[in-house]
């Protein structure tokens, strides 16, 4: 049997100039995806999609070197041209200098103006609910027994900071001496929990039976429709840039509520307690980074502000 010698062929052989940045993707995608999931290759296979529909429409061939300043102007132009939001633009752009930056480490060719690609930050708007919005779901009454469910298990990830998909696969096994032990699907890394007295009275209610085995889409349909019955009525207004231009919208609350809200929603009211230490949030929201944290905690001034004037400092 052959040993296998992890010597790529293809880089040492094939000339630099004649490396397709789609095929390089495309060979890097099924490698990675192995272990990465299949939310990597589903992102990765969208950006090839647009790479290929650019080089068509443009009548260009898209090499590892050819992704250059002046390619990222063109090929924002054409994103922006797809009515693509500017955040999605810019989740796009990451995504190639991450394979760019591969290429390169493999031994292609890259042209060194690719670092300057870039699109203006846009913080995509999101809401959050406060511990008394949360409070108001959990003891609402009058729904169906499978929308009363729904409900529990949407208060449980607003009260544990777990993704959904980790939050909806709760069992017996993951309830511990008053903490959730759970191996996050998106990290594969342990997180522990203090159960919330919401979660301990939820678990009670089901004996520890709380999975659902509801699909993504069918839960976020189910908790808008829910919310809604509620009262979460009020008119939230917010701006974003798409297909290049700013865009004004309005919308009722509970149509901006989904199974991520929860996530957003323990995050920020446990850091609006200002009894906890940021990295000890983190410990429970598994967030590998204080950047990635903050893009979580949706704080405005004024509660920043209010949250500062407790401190001993603004005292005589």
Excluded at 147 to 153: A, G, N, V
Excluded at 164 to 191: A, C, E, P, R
Aim: charged share 25%; with cysteine; glycine share 4%.
């Amino acid at each position: 049997m052959e040993k296998k010698d992890y010597v790529d062929r293809s880089a040492l052989l094939e000339p630099k100039t004649g490396v397709l940045f789609s095929d390089f993707i495309a060979k890097t995608m099924v490698r990675k995806s192995r272990h990465m999931g299949a939310s990597y290759e589903k992102s990765y296979k969208t950006l090839i999609y647009h790479l290929n529909k650019f080089s068509e429409m443009n009548n260009a061939v898209i090499y590892t070197e050819s992704v250059s300043c002046e390619f990222g102007d063109d090929f924002i132009d054409y994103l922006e041209g797809q009515n693509l939001r500017c955040a999605y633009i810019k989740y796009i752009l990451t995504l190639v200098r991450s394979m760019i930056r591969k290429a390169a480490n493999y031994g292609y060719a890259v042209n060194p103006t690719h670092d300057e690609i870039d699109i203006r930050s846009e913080e995509q708007f999101s809401i959050f609910l406060s511990e008394n919005d949360i409070t108001r779901i959990y003891y609402f009454k009058g729904l169906t027994k499978k929308q009363e469910r729904i409900k529990d298990l949407f208060v449980i990830g607003c009260t544990s900071a777990l993704r959904y998909s980790d939050y909806s696969t709760l069992n017996k096994s993951n309830f511990q001496d008053g903490y959730i032990h759970k191996v996050t699907k998106k990290t594969n890394k342990m997180v522990v929990v203090p159960m919330h007295g919401y979660i301990s009275q939820i678990y009670d209610k089901y004996n520890g039976d709380l999975s659902f085995n509801l699909s993504i889409q069918y839960f976020n349909r189910a908790i808008k429709k829910i919310c809604k019955q509620i009262g979460f009525n009020d008119e939230i207004s917010f701006s974003y840039t798409k297909g290049g231009a700013l865009r004004q919208e309005t919308r009722p609350e509970w149509e901006l509520i989904s199974s991520h809200t929860a996530r957003r929603s323990a995050v920020t009211n446990l850091y609006l307690t200002g009894r906890m230490i940021v990295r000890d949030i983190m410990s429970i929201s598994g967030h590998s980074d204080e950047k990635s944290f903050f893009r979580y905690v949706k704080v405005t001034k004024n509660e920043i502000a209010t949250k500062l004037n407790s401190d001993m400092y603004f005292k005589i």
